[in-house]
């Protein structure tokens, strides 16, 4: 994939505004005014703004708890971000929960799932839909190396390989699962082997090179969307701080820990930027100067912004009363599939809808609260 130099700097700016984003929400979580924890992703900006870049308009994410930088790079907007971290009442999930948990459909970006492994057979139903109406979609579907030994990443893999679909999974190993070393999780040196098992595309890459992720993540994204079905990408990082920030991540060993410093993947790019003269001492300080100024508005904004109305705790978490979907009629673009409707609306549950009109008529209840 060819890098503009207006590219590099700005996967540039997007990696530290990943890292900044994440710092001051450390210091926002020190002073007690994150709601919930906070898990972050040092190391792994790399690895998350370079996957996501090779993205065009019109592809989706489907990402992990570690992704801010995907979210970012996909033009998620940072006072979302912020107002999620701190629960306010505008959040995207209304100060209901925090993370990055986070949908924007309008940027591709289908909300996270928490429980491991889980969002891979939702990528792939994405990554179907747009297949049957003929779009040359493109989606990723990312995860940590210990989502890897769950089910539904081989179930998903052997979906997605069968039925040809336009997905990249991208593996990010940051060698440990919480407190489990890649060593107790599995015995193959590369994750990526696991693509043989299903006659898949597979590769894995150094994930602290942003240069070479975007390569090889680029490779695979026009493998993907040439129809020749799903890639399975192993992006090999490091998680330079604990689990979440309650965790100490006392069993890492600080050898391992330095070694990996020393790798890190922003001064690595910038030294790159520098020797290549893309990055001269003035644009690194401006860049800087954006990024703090963007993190700043996003907590501000954050901050000015109201609490939920304790009078709404309800909402939108418990159902109302009545049938939960009905059934519509076997899909326009494949019969195989049948479509069900939301109740309230008579309209297909996909928000990727184009025309917002019921497609299907509607036929039969499925179940009631
Ligand atoms: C099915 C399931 N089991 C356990 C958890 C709790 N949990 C959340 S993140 C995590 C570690 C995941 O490790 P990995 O997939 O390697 O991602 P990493 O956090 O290292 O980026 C665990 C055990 C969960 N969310 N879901």
Known sequence: ??????????????????????????????????????????????????????LGDGDFIVPQHRDLGMHLTRGGSPRAVMTQWLARGNSPALGRDGQIHIGDMHHGIVPMISMLGESLPVACGVALTMKMRKRSTVVIASMGDGATSTGPFHEALNFASVQKLPIIFIIENNGYAYSTPTYQEFAIANL?????????????????????????VGRAV??????????????????????SEADK??????????????????????????????????????????VKGVVEDAVNFAEQSPAPDPATVADYVFAPEGPIAIIGEPGADDPRYINALDY??????????????????????????
């Not at 026009?222 to 020749?228: F, N, Q, S």
């Not at 297909?348 to 499925?366: A, L, Y």
């Open 249 to 290: 991540a006392d069993y890492v060993p600080p050898e391992l820990r330095e070694e990996w410093l020393a790798r890190d993947p922003i001064p690595r790019f910038e030294e790159y930027l520098t020797r290549e003269q893309i990055l001269t001492p003035a644009m690194k300080a401006e860049i800087a100067e954006q």
């Open 344 to 369: 309230r609306t008579g309209k297909p549950f996909n928000t990727m809808t184009d025309t917002g009109k019921p497609e299907f008529v509607v036929t039969e209840e499925v179940g009631r609260r």
């Open 192 to 216: 990526s082997d696991r693509a043989v098992a299903y006659g898949i595309l597979g590769e894995s890459v150094d994930g602290n090179d942003v240069l070479k992720v975007v390569e090889t």
């Open 1 to 54: 994939m060819r890098l503009e130099r207006a590219d590099l700097l700005q996967i540039y700016y997007l990696m530290r505004l990943t890292r900044a984003m994440e710092d001051r929400t450390r210091m926002l979580f020190l002073q007690g005014r994150v709601v919930g924890g906070v898990y972050t992703a040092q190391g792994h900006e790399a690895t998350t703004v370079g996957a996501a870049w090779t």
């Open 222 to 243: 026009e493998h993907v969307r040439g129809g020749k079905g799903p890639a399975l990408i192993e992006c090999k990082t490091f998680r330079v701080r604990g689990h």
